[in-house]
Nanobody, 116 residues
């Protein structure tokens, strides 16, 4: 069973930064893609924020381009999301996601709150 464990969420003010980390129980190179989704309290479904495939280019949702960076850490076996210049509209629960062929795995989520 694949396990994903997120960490790094919290409460910050607009303009500040946070770094989310997702520990993966299998080699990060086992997966078709790794990514981060988010869901707001009123959101109907989770929104893909950023993803990094095993081959090809990374993806970023338009509103986070230039502010967020997704990366893999070979040593720690994690997928990370560096979030800079955070805005109030970034407030959400952030979920780590791993795709293995047609299968998807999710972490438990970590709360990010951006408020003055």
């Amino acid at each position: 069973q694949v396990q994903l464990v997120e960490s790094g969420g919290g409460l910050v003010q607009p303009g500040e930064s946070l770094r989310l980390s997702c520990g993966v129980s299998l080699s990060i190179y086992s997966f078709t893609a790794l990514g981060w989704y988010r869901q707001t309290p009123g959101g109907k479904q989770r929104e893909l924020v950023a993803s990094i495939p095993s081959a090809g280019s990374t993806y970023y949702e338009d509103s986070v381009k230039g502010r967020f960076t997704i990366s893999k850490d070979d040593v720690k076996n994690t997928v990370n999301l560096q979030m800079n210049n955070l805005k109030t509209e970034d407030t959400a629960v952030y979920y780590c996601n791993a795709m293995y062929g047609a299968l998807q795995y999710w972490g438990q989520g970590t709360q990010v709150t951006v408020s003055s």
